[in-house]
Structures are given as C-alpha cells and as structure tokens.
C-alpha cells in the first residue's frame, strides 16, 4: 500500500540543503494535526531532529542514532555515510517501528515509507534498513545487514552438499599420496594394507577384497579381504556405500575359468549426496588403476543397491550373458514353377466374359 502524505515546507527546504552534507542524520515523524476549516485531523511529514558531524560516520552512528529511537512511536531516520556516488553523498534509510508502538502507527509508517525516500531522492540511498529493536539498527546489527546484501543467495540443502564437494576437489595437490581432479574423475591414493590386498590377489592367494572411502583422510582404506565363497558374497555386503573385488572361480561351457568381478554396492539414497558423488567419482579412477599396477582384468563391473542381488545364477549371466540366435527374416514363399494358365476377366453384370 502506498499513502502520499503532506510533507511540510520546512521539511523539504531541509532535506535539500541536507543532501550537501552539512547534516550527518535526519529524523522524520509523521505528526497527527487539527484543521481548523475541516473540522478534521490530518497527517503530515514533519522534521523531527537532526545531527550534523562530529567524526567518521560509524563513531557517530551509535552516539547520533540510538538516542533518538523511541519504544513506542515509529519514525524515519536518514543517516549519511562519508561514501559519494555521482549524485552527492550517500545515505542509509531507515524505517524504525518498535513492537509495543500501535498497530494503527504501524500501518501508517509502513504505507508511507515510499513518500519519504521518493522526497529525498532515492539515487542518495545506498543500503535501507528495517528495525524493531535496538540491537537491529545498531552499528553491529547495520554491519551484518551489508555482509548479508553483499553475500550470495542462501543455498538448499542439497546445494550446500554440492558446494562442499566442489571445496573439497579443489583444495588438491600435485602429488602421488594425494587425490587429485582429472577429467576421468577424483582419485583418493590407496592404503598400505589396500595395496599389498591387491598384490595378494593378483597372486590369487585371496580371492575378495572389500573397500572404503576415508572421507577425511582422503585415502581408500581395506575394510577386510577374508575368504569368500558366491554364498557368502550377499552377506558381506554391508548397509553403507562400499567397493568390493571377488575372484569368482567356475565353469563355463566345460572350461575352468577364474573371474575378477568388480561390486560397487551402494544403498539407494539413503546416503548422503556427497557420499556417493565421492563414490561415483573415485570409481573410475581406482579401477584404472588397479588394472594398471596389479594386472588385474575386470571381467564384470556391477552397481547393486542390496547384497541379496548377488546370488550363483546373477553372477553367472552378468558374466556370460546369454547370446540370443539371431532369427531369420520370414521369406515369402515362392510361387508354383511352370505355367500358371491362362488369366481371366471378370466382368460385371450384362458384359461378356472372354477367356484370353
């Protein structure tokens, strides 16, 4: 809602020389008045008090503004920083209404708030300013206010999540001990005990190795590589997002093979965004990995949500899926050999039928 009140002569007048510089703060109320040829009250913008410059504009923001704030009636304040733009001096406006003021005051300021700054031009005001405690209007309560305008928009949470992985890829180093960001994805280094795992497997002396992400030590650690058969391999499963090698031995079509199956198992979204954003990205990165400096062959990568997936005959055709026969396309049969007769006419009704 917009109110267009009187402004006083005096109050314009004064506002004008103000916007020089003379004046360090301006306090404008709204007086309720009798006219005498209506018989009725009127409003009107009034000059309520003023400061002129002693120091800096923050040494006399608290000394110069706090006093002049009243508990129970609403005013306007217009204080002048020591910053110019093109127009002059610019201003801070602010519209104080305390809580125990009436309701009725309360509208009315609110209404008229766009009268006041349109007066005293609005290309003067650098920041507005809204209270209804002292501690809201005060130089700290004015300082947070501008850190807050100057920030950046407040993020969801999932946004949040977002942002502290993209923190948490930058701040890298150059390093073999260290993760760091490539095109192919983030690479956390490998534990001690994760590696000489791996060299056990190559040799085949275990045949499962189940891993883990240290988020803050930023290495991916072996959680236990005891012996496992396909039965097991459900049970070893665990709720959390984890990484898993199994050395699947078996036969196929007669042949005795031994197959290195890679299980990324990961729990729906029941964890956290970043978690699996890590997982997803370290993933590629291991891999290569460990097919480079251990000679390990990948037969299978899967990606499970449960352990119960991980059954004899799931295994078998994600390893040797089936090869469908490929079906011939319907011929259309050919036509009796030889001389099929002679053709014949059909004609309608009344006409001659002729046999050629």
């Known amino acids: 809602m917009f109110l267009a009140l009187v402004v006083t002569p005096e109050l314009r007048d004064f506002l004008a020389k103000a916007r020089g510089g003379a004046v360090r703060l301006i306090k404008v109320r709204i007086q309720r008045w009798y006219v005498m040829s209506s018989g009725l ?5 009034v000059l309520g008090a003023y400061r002129e410059p002693e120091r800096s504009w923050d040494e006399d923001y608290d000394h110069f503004l706090l006093p002049l704030l009243d508990d129970q009636e609403p005013c306007y304040i217009l204080y002048r920083l020591d910053s110019q733009n093109a127009q002059g001096y610019e201003w801070i406006f602010i519209s104080w209404s305390p809580d125990q003021s009436p309701v009725k005051q309360k509208m009315l300021y609110a209404a008229t708030r766009a009268t006041v700054k349109k007066e005293f031009g609005g290309g003067h005001v650098k920041y507005e300013k809204f209270g209804t405690a002292e501690e809201d209007l005060c130089l700290l309560g004015y300082q947070r206010h501008v850190s807050s305008c100057s920030g950046p928009a407040p993020l969801t ?14 701040k890298t180093e150059n390093s073999v001990e260290s993760k760091h960001q490539t095109l192919q994805g983030l690479a956390f280094p490998l534990q001690e005990s994760a590696k000489r795992a791996f060299q056990q497997l190559a040799q085949k002396r275990i045949n499962y190795i189940q891993l883990r992400l240290d988020v803050e030590k930023e290495t991916i650690d072996l959680v236990h590589s005891n012996p496992t058969d396909t039965r097991d391999l459900a049970r070893r499963v665990p709720k959390d997002t984890h990484y898993h090698f199994f050395l699947r031995k078996h036969s196929h079509e007669g042949d005795y093979l031994e197959s290195v199956v890679f299980i990324y198992s990961m729990p729906g979204y029941s964890c956290s965004i970043k978690e699996r954003m890590l997982y ?9 990995d460990v ?8 037969s299978k990568k899967l990606e499970i949500d449960d352990g119960d997936e991980l059954t004899e005959d799931f295994l078998y055709e994600e390893v040797h899926p089936k090869q469908h026969a490929h079906k011939q396309a319907f011929a259309k049969p050919c036509g009796p050999a030889g001389k099929r007769g002679h053709k014949r006419l059909i004609k309608g009704p009344g006409d001659k039928v002729q046999d050629s």
């Open 157 to 170: 949470l999932a946004e949040q999540e977002l942002q502290r992985i993209k923190i948490t890829e930058v």
């Open 41 to 45: 009250f009127s409003e009107q913008l």
């Open 291 to 298: 097919e480079k400096d251990y000679h390990l062959e990948i």
């Open 280 to 288: 997803s990205s370290c993933k590629s990165r291991l891999l290569e």
